[in-house]
């Protein structure tokens, strides 16, 4: 028996609905879609869901006291919040450069890594509060 | 070099961020000698220094990167091309000599009152979030009041969250934005909520930022009440009918601690308004000429001070043109002065530049009243163009090319965008 799903396809503003419609995890038929990107969309939503994510660590030594990094590629998308929640156990010490990997295997998946998107030098020694 | 304020340049560009920084760089593209940029944050960068999510960069770069990524890039650029990049100060007012010549007030940390003599000056100022005041939400003024952008800040680079339990008015991007970081970082994000009928953020930010984390997107819905004597306790939230007042029988309270906006942006031109620049009352920013000159010459602008853009990429191939052109002027090359006004016909809301000359090609930018598929774009009678789609949320860029306008005898043009079945007796 084949059942559908809905999505919006998100490629570009038009925003088409698409439907899909599967036997369990085979999926028969994409309709909705104004483009091909539409198509091919809807197959990955379908196969293997993954989103970008991008977030920030703690960081010592520097003017701020976040540093932003990001998973240098999608995550798989039910493990967007484990993801999140492994990387802001990091720590880091500044000088850290933009794109310097903070951390390897991201969930055991090889070539996973959490790189830095932004460089930050050490902070001139802190001017005391009074002066 | 970082810190350094000479006496006089070339061109002074007023603002850090991707306009300020593409200007720099157009200015020095055009062989002109020594540009500056002053800006008022530790390092430059501007807003994309807080946007740490990615999608920039994709028209530009063919590449998708993240803010700071963007930002960096473009900062690298600048320190190989020797621009003096001035922070942590404020430019307090511009004096025009007599010789049209300006001279630049700046209060610098470092280097206290100074005035810096410059040939041509780029407003770069960006924009800034609308408030609570600018829809007058009633109730109490408790804390936890804020903008979506200020808790952005807060959260990505002060590692501060605004609160717990969060609720956000208005579904622009930086609020759907900020609904998924702030659920990423362990908050409680119980809806947005939108007065229009529809969403203003990307269909893709809908989907990413709320969908994928189960957060409710209430349209037609506003925020009718603020409670709370010191901090939020709680908000009222009401549907609208058509006249977009709350009906309050439909009422209902959500007990949270932060409220955080997310209801528009408004190019910021205190500075250009203090020198007599004229402004456009639909942009709210200048009004400029093909050449991205302002009322008064000399002075350029660029980015989100002149209007409100949706993509980087766009600010940045603006303000390399702006550059250009004001590096141009200081070097003594003048334009030959436009000739053809841009009138905004149906279902346009603006078009910038705000006049073209036939010398050279143009790049025209423009938004939409209402969202319109599929449609024609039509240029006085030059050109049609069909869209498969249009709406409001989406910039359209439209090019001309300088033999299009050659034929062209009139000394306006109008621009519409019309439904496909309309206009097929145009050209
Ligand atoms: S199917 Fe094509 S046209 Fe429709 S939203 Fe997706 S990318 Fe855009």
């Not at chain 1, 899909?20 to 869901?49: I, M, W």
């Not at chain 1, 003017?63 to 998973?71: C, D, E, F, I, M």
């Not at chain 2, 007065?195 to 994928?212: F, I």
Request: charged share 25%; net charge positive.
């Amino acid at each position: 028996m084949s059942e559908t799903v809905k999505l919006v396809c998100i490629m570009c503003p038009m925003g088409c609905p698409l439907q899909l419609e599967h036997e369990g995890s085979e999926l028969r038929e994409v309709t909705g879609h104004d483009c091909n990107r539409g198509a091919k969309y809807a197959r990955q939503e379908f196969t293997d869901p993954r989103r970008g994510l991008s977030t920030t660590v703690a960081i010592a030594g520097a003017r701020w006291s976040r540093l932003p990094v990001k998973a240098s590629r999608p995550v798989r998308k039910e493990q967007v919040r484990e993801a999140a929640r492994r990387i802001h156990a990091l720590r880091v010490q500044a000088p850290v450069r933009c794109g310097q990997v903070l951390l390897k295997d991201l969930l055991g998946e090889a070539g996973l890594d959490v790189v830095a998107t932004r460089s930050m030098d050490r902070a001139a020694k802190e001017t005391p509060a009074s002066s | 070099m970082l810190g350094r304020l000479e006496r006089s340049y070339d061109v002074v560009v007023v603002g850090g961020g991707p306009a300020g920084m593409g200007a720099a760089l157009g200015a020095r593209d055009s062989g002109t000698g020594r540009v500056l940029i002053l800006d008022r944050e530790p390092d430059p960068g501007g807003i994309l220094l807080q946007c740490v999510h990615s999608g920039f960069g994709l028209h530009y770069f063919k590449e998708e990167l993240t803010g700071p990524e963007y930002a960096e890039r473009f900062f690298t650029k600048t320190i190989d091309r020797d621009i003096d990049v001035v922070p942590d100060c404020y430019v307090s007012g511009i004096a025009v000599d007599s010789d049209g010549s300006k001279r630049v007030r700046v209060m610098s940390a470092a280097a206290g009152l100074r005035a810096v003599q410059a040939r041509s000056v780029v407003l770069a100022m960006g924009c800034r979030e609308r408030t609570r005041g600018a829809i007058r939400i009633p109730g109490t003024r408790p804390a936890g009041v804020l903008t979506a952008g200020l808790a952005q800040k807060l959260v990505n680079m002060k590692g501060c969250l605004p609160g717990k339990r969060i609720v956000i008015l208005g579904s622009g991007d930086i609020g759907l934005i900020m609904a998924r970081r702030l659920t990423l970082e362990g908050c409680e994000v119980l809806g947005v909520f939108e007065v229009m009928p529809y969403s203003n953020g990307l269909t893709r930010n809908v989907v990413q930022c709320l969908e994928d984390f189960g957060i409710p997107l209430h349209l037609s819905t506003t925020v009718a009440y603020i409670h709370g004597r010191d901090r939020v306790e709680k908000v009222t939230v009401a549907p609208v009918g058509p006249d977009f007042r709350p009906d309050m029988s439909r009422a209902r309270d959500i007990p949270c601690d932060t409220l955080l906006l997310s209801i528009g942006l408004i190019p910021e031109n205190e500075l250009s308004q203090s020198l007599g620049i004229k402004l456009d009352e639909i942009t709210g920013g200048p009004e400029v000429s093909s050449t991205l000159e302002t009322s008064m010459p000399g002075v350029y602008a660029c980015g989100n001070v002149l209007h409100v853009h949706d993509l980087v990429d766009f600010v940045t191939n603006e303000a390399l043109l702006a550059g250009r052109f004001a590096g141009e002027r200081a070097q003594g090359i003048r334009r030959p002065a436009d000739n053809i006004r841009i009138d905004a016909g149906d279902n346009v809301r603006y078009c910038v530049p705000h006049t073209l000359s036939p010398e050279r090609e143009h790049t025209i930018y423009m938004r939409c009243k209402r969202a319109m598929k599929p449609c024609r774009l039509r240029v006085g009678n030059l050109l049609e163009k069909k869209l498969r789609f249009v709406v409001p949320a989406e910039m359209i860029m439209l090019k001309i090319q300088p033999d299009l306008l050659e034929k062209f005898q009139g000394d306006s043009l109008r621009i519409d965008i019309v439904p496909e079945s309309e206009g097929e007796s145009g050209v």
